[in-house]
């Protein structure tokens, strides 16, 4: 029957806080990439282990990271501290994930070798036509000095970011990304991090180990081929987003691949997968999020159109409303 | 008219309601009936109404500020159509959201929410968290977020963040 009343209710949005405005200091391009590029080295370089929290909406939530690296090459260990525990373990170009409550495993590979920083000259250009970049306020974090560098979206297309990097060694300490009213809408920050020595490869092994049959492995992330045409195209995605790359992903007893493609601004990505109806029990169509992902289902004749990334709801949007089947 | 009573108390054939739905879509007139019925019913019931123009007052408002499309229902409840819309005026942080669960309401026709384009700068959207079955999608994704070059696998927090049921 029809809804006759209207219901007002009050509500809170987004964090409730407001990044503080703060006084231009213009930035020389070449500036600016050196520091993102800074903050990629010392990712990759340096040990370190520490616990952040990561904030979005309303939710803060605490993890412990690790990082260590040797001549074998790079290894990562996260592990959340708050709600059910889940695990992520990274050996070089492998990411597995581990969600003990639900007891599935998934692995992931990595493709994307050649990611943001290591910027193209047309990349670097389209990142200064479509943010405004300057520098920030020092600040310390976590017990360390740091210098903060701020990227403020020339639209409403994309979020503001804001990176605080140890002064030193160029580590990131802290990330923001804003919405167009300069509220958070999610937050990485160390609380405690022990930079260089005292790590070893120990302590980024998993706690546990996988048994069969109790876990499940989902290897969706990890099996698929790049450089396909999948005859799928998006027509009207937003100023400064190219696309990056077009893959097929199979998914477990699905013999019908998913098409994946990726766009980015630069500072932000967002995924546009295919996939046909028949592989999915269960479709939940519109809007959702997890965290500072904003994710948007539709249907086009029998394929589920997900378009998902760290971008506002109407860039994600937007995108998915101009996914068509172009042929091939 | 008669036919809009009958229809508000249900009783008229499934197919005659549909009619009558279609010509509220597209009569204004009708649709201030429809509301005004509504209020001579709410005042005979003893409920405490609201001003006619509620309706038309939350359009305009909807027109000028941030919308909220929340996501539709499990495919297979796709006939319970449930739209939240927001007519939210954001304040330190603080919004009022209208919410209004509607049903088919002529007054909104959901083809026209579908093609309201949010308009850049002024649109808000809000959405509901993600219920766990695009958690491959979200690994899948995640390597291709620039932050992951800059942050290694903390980044990765976003796809095992406790919020998301995980699903079998």
Redo the contacts between chains.
């Keep these: 029957m029809f809804a006759r009343s209207a219901l007002l209710l009050p509500a809170l949005f987004g964090l409730g806080f407001t990044a503080g405005v703060e006084i231009a200091d213009p930035l020389q391009d070449s500036e600016a990439l050196a520091m993102l590029q800074k903050i990629a080295d010392a990712a990759r370089e340096l040990n370190f282990a520490g616990t952040f929290v990561y904030q979005h909406g309303d939710q803060v939530e605490t993890s412990r990271i690790v990082h260590f690296t040797d001549a074998s090459g790079e290894y990562e260990k996260l592990e959340t501290l708050d709600g059910p525990r889940r695990e992520i373990i990274r050996n070089n170009d492998e990411v597995m994930c581990y969600y003990l409550d639900a007891k599935i495993m998934r692995s992931e590979k990595r493709v994307a070798r050649r990611s943001f920083p290591a910027l193209l000259p047309e990349q670097l250009s389209a990142l200064t036509e479509h943010y405004q970049i300057r520098k920030g306020d020092p600040e310390r974090i976590a017990g360390f000095d740091s210098n903060a560098l701020v990227l403020e979206p020339r639209d409403g297309m994309r979020y503001g970011h804001k990176f605080w990097a140890e002064k030193t060694s160029g580590l990131l300490l802290k990330a923001r990304m804003v919405n167009e009213r300069h509220n958070v809408v999610e937050q990485f920050s160390f609380t405690h991090l022990a930079i260089g020595g005292g790590i070893s490869r120990e302590m980024v092994k998993p706690s546990f180990s996988v048994s069969f049959p109790e876990w499940r492995v989902d290897r969706f992330a990890h099996n698929l081929t790049t450089n396909v045409e999948s005859g799928w195209a998006v027509k009207n995605f937003p100023a400064g987003f190219r696309k990056i790359m077009e893959m097929r992903r199979n998914k477990l007893g699905n013999s019908i691949p998913v098409t994946h493609l990726v766009f980015s601004d630069g500072l932000a990505a967002v995924s546009v997968f295919i996939e046909p109806m028949a592989n999915r029990t269960r479709i939940n169509e519109g809007l959702s999020h997890q965290g500072a992902i904003n994710i948007y289902t539709r249907t086009i004749n029998d394929q589920v159109v997900t378009v998902l990334g760290e971008a506002p709801a109407s860039t994600v949007m937007q995108i998915a409303n101009s996914v068509s089947f172009r042929g091939k | 008219m008669e036919r809009i009573s009958a229809f ?1 108390d ?1 009783e008229l054939e499934d197919h005659e309601a549909s009619g009558q739905l279609k010509r509220l879509r597209d009569s204004a007139e009708l649709r201030a009936a429809w509301g005004t019925y ?1 209020l001579i019913g ?1 005042a005979m019931r003893g409920e405490a109404g ?1 001003s006619s123009d ?2 038309a007052r ?1 359009g305009a408002k909807l027109a000028a500020e941030p919308t909220v ?7 297979r409840f796709r006939n319970v159509r449930r739209l939240a819309l927001s007519a ?1 005026a ?1 304040v ?14 002529p007054f909104f026709p959901r083809q026209d929410l579908a093609v309201t ?2 308009s ?12 766990g ?32 049921s ?3």
């Design positions: 508000m249900g509504h709410d609201y509620l309706v939350i499309l929340a996501p539709r229902p499990l495919l939210a954001s330190g942080g603080v919004a009022l959201v209208a919410w209004l669960t509607l049903f088919e309401n384009q949010p850049g700068a002024q649109t808000q959207l809000a959405a509901t968290p993600a219920n079955a695009v958690n491959d999608y979200l690994l899948a994704h995640q390597q291709f977020s620039p932050s992951t070059a800059m942050q290694g696998v903390a980044s990765y927090v976003r796809t095992v963040s406790g919020q998301n995980e699903q079998r």
